[in-house]
């Protein structure tokens, strides 16, 4: 991701035959214009190893990744479950340009009902189900039982109704600026007030303060920003910003939500690492990109080694991602799995399904260990984290507990190179502990 700051997204641009919002801050399906002009595509994440959006995988080394409302530069990872709209280029379809990140509601938690899986954050109604994502400050899974007394980021998408659906929470260690995202009700353009939430939970913002942007109206969705860290009701905005002329828009990104298979139960993907790898009764389970990943199958399970770098799908519930098909893509990718031969179907019925890249062009080369390791295209990926103990063009990377040799020898720097510090790295898997540097972006 680049600390360039671009300039700020144009008007949104309808889109007739379609019915949807083309624009940064809006959601849509992708669009194309002629003559090389950009491609954007919005909605939320469901995958990691670069980002998938949309059933497409994006390339983000390299991007501008931009706060929606502000333009301000994001340097941390993204991650499942964020709202984004992404801008390429014609001419290189897969690789992100600008990356808008529309921030969610922002402040304290309260009425928190384990129950229902409901709370109010700000004073606004939040919704979760069993896809909503809750991620703690240092990483970790999170579950709704940590939601009480917390401060929290909600993403997701705004009801007709006042609520907000949430697809990720992120627990902060400190309380934020409080940051209000809903859909405009009572708007009294004489007093410059307006509600946000519905009828047992609302809050007054005053944006006398702030400059009105064009097309506010109630049926809108605003992004209301303050300089209050505890939760009222109501709030002074220091900036108001509007994300959609209605609901609708973001409504759709539920629609498009899908992993790159297309398959009903392979919507949530990750490329990337295996690490903590742990048998089970029914199989094991095991992490990817720090999600905790459950395999339904002892002799698949028998196969796979810290260290691997792996393609799951799958569908996440409840903070796990149940595995309905694994790619085996660099290191190991031409274990013999005695008693395993599902491959691209599922012809014994475990509803996991397995295939391998492989390398060799002959049994006798497969035996080879340099065989299990390629340099394909196909087999690169994007990590996110820390390099250290750095000496000529080999680095240690750390990444989600797993710790690897990092070759940097050819690796293509974007805005300057560290020799320590948190980076997002693509490469591929050159032996079971080294990892192949193509490109890299120094994070702050």
């Not at 019915?19 to 940064?24: E, H, I, K, R, S």
């Not at 220091?238 to 298979?261: E, M, V």
């Not at 190991?332 to 397995?354: A, E, F, I, T, V």
Request: proline content about 3%; glycine content about 10%; aromatic content about 6%.
């Amino acid at each position: 991701m680049s600390r360039s700051i671009m300039k700020p997204c144009l008007l949104a641009v309808f889109l007739t035959s379609a019915g949807l919002l083309t624009a940064c801050g809006g959601g849509s399906v992708s669009v194309t214009s002629p003559n090389s002009s950009p491609t954007t595509s919005a909605g939320t994440i469901s995958g990691l190893g670069s980002v998938i959006l949309n059933g497409i995988r994006y390339e983000t080394i390299g991007a501008s990744v931009l706060d929606a409302d502000d333009n301000s530069v994001i340097y941390s990872p993204f991650g499942l479950g964020m709202t984004v709209s992404i801008e390429t280029l014609a001419s290189s379809a897969n690789m992100a340009r600008i990356i808008h990140v529309q921030s969610g509601i922002k402040g304290g938690t309260s009425a928190v009902n384990s129950n229902a899986k409901t709370l109010n954050v700000s004073g606004l109604p939040v919704s979760t189900d069993a896809t909503t994502f809750i991620v703690n400050e240092d990483g970790t899974v999170g579950s709704f039982a940590d939601l009480p007394n917390s401060q929290v980021e909600v993403y997701g998408l705004p009801q007709s109704d006042g609520t907000f659906k949430a697809t990720r929470i992120e627990i902060k260690a400190f309380a934020p600026f409080v940051q209000l995202v809903g859909v405009v009700s009572n708007l009294n353009t004489a007093n410059s007030t307006l509600t946000l939430g519905n009828s047992n939970n609302t809050v007054t913002v005053s944006y006398a303060s702030a400059t009105a942007p064009p097309g506010l109206a109630n049926g809108t969705v605003a992004s209301v920003h303050t300089l209050a860290t505890a939760t009222a009701s109501s709030y002074a905005a220091s900036s108001l910003y509007l994300r959609s002329p209605n609901s609708a828009t973001f409504n759709q990104y539920a629609t498009h939500y899908a992993g790159t298979s297309g398959v009903g139960n392979e919507v949530n993907e990750l490329y990337g690492m295996v690490s903590s790898l742990t048998t089970t009764v029914a199989g094991c389970t095991l992490q990817v990109q720090g999600i905790t990943t459950s395999l339904a199958s002892a002799a698949l399970c028998t196969s796979i080694q810290n260290g691997d770098y792996v393609e799951v799908k799958g569908l996440l519930s409840d903070g796990m991602l149940a595995a309905s098909r694994l790619e085996f893509k660099s290191a190991g990718g031409d274990r013999s799995l005695p008693g395993y031969s599902d491959d691209s179907n599922d012809s014994d019925g475990d509803h996991l399904k397995y295939s391998r890249l492989l390398t060799a062009t002959s049994s006798s080369a497969s035996n080879s260990p340099s065989s299990r390791y390629t340099s394909e295209s196909s087999a690169s990926y994007e990590i996110y984290g820390m390099l250290s103990q750095c000496a000529a063009s080999t680095c240690t990377l750390t990444s989600n507990g797993t710790v690897l040799i990092a070759d940097l020898s050819t690796a293509a720097w974007e805005h300057g190179a560290v020799t320590s510090g948190w980076v997002e790295a693509k490469g591929y898997m050159s032996s079971a502990t080294a990892f192949k540097v193509t490109k890299i972006e120094s994070k702050r």
